[in-house]
């Protein structure tokens, strides 16, 4: 039987509806569906002074973002400073709002302030402050001088990664618990699934001697989470910590069949020693589903696929159902008709006698792993 040929509404046939719709939360630094960039300060142009007396130098205007749901969780920014003088001692100084900062780390200086005698460029600060209650956009500013008159300071190289800080070694909640809209999954049909459950990608940066760990979980008792191995990065890379791939580390809970409703998701995070911090630039947590399994039987209808792929940094995109092909970032939709009946596999690999799609937004590629948003509406007419 042709679609061409099939029945219309109203004389023995009824149309059944499968909707996925806005599946992915973003629990940090939100920029609609997308994220905005944690690395807030990338200047590698040099300044110099001859002056004997704090000057100040540099100065950084840092808005904080606000998450989906409109509220600032940003909470720190980590600075890293290269400096080094022509000979005698240089002096520097950080400021947010023209104050000394709250410190939550001092890595490389005392506080907020660094002597330094090193006549090449080195790291000469590194600190991770609290902006916890300024307004945004807020300032950072730094001042620098030479203790001896006629010698010159220099600051070279400045960068600063903002997010979350987490400090805790026992598990802290990311955000408060994030629920997607009521009418996220509509299902008329009666599926099943493999391979569905929770991605969690986070851009972390990271001053910890313990490994630390990041986690989520979802309203179905699905659950994954992924260690951080110790490390001291520096403040202008994160750490790109994808959800492990095409269908590993996935969650795989037991989803109700024809459930019509949200999903739910809790992301927490610890570390692993006492004065360890770790900085969540960004955070999303979604539910994927990897194949989505029909009943068995004849289906005829239509599939509309509406995505976005987005990408982090210059990568390229293969697209694990080439409906963007291999690009470096594509937006569009797709429709497909369908016409399946028992003995059909409409993706390879499944067993004989479903009918299955594949909906996972992961895409892979050789060095990172990117994310795809989709709106995806079947009309099934049996």
Known sequence: MSLLAAPVQGIGL????YRIYNQQINIVNNSGNGSVNPVVINDTSAVSTTATSLTQVKSYSINIPQNDWGRTVVNAVRVQIYGYVSAGTGNLSVLLNGAAPTMLKSIVGSGNTASFTNTSSALVFDAILSIS????????SIQA???TSGDTTYIADVYGFQGLAITSTTATT?????????NTILDEIGLSYQYAGLRLITYINRYTTAAANVQATDQWGGAMSYSLSAANDAANTGIWEPSGGFDSGVSSPTIPVGYNGSMTFTATAHVGASGDVIIIGYCFVSFGFHNILFPKGPHYGFIELTYWAWQYGGLTISDPQYACGSVSGCWGSMNTIFSVSNSNNWIIGNATGT???????ILVTSTSSNVIYRELLLVILE
Request: aromatic share 6%; no cysteine; glycine share 4%.
């Open 174 to 182: 990311i955000d408060q618990q994030e629920t997607t809209p009521s």
């Open 133 to 140: 209650g300024l307004s945004s956009p807020y300032t950072l």
């Open 14 to 17: 009824k149309i059944k509806r």
């Open 355 to 361: 009918f299955a799609i594949d909906e996972d937004e």
């Open 145 to 147: 001088d030479n203790s």
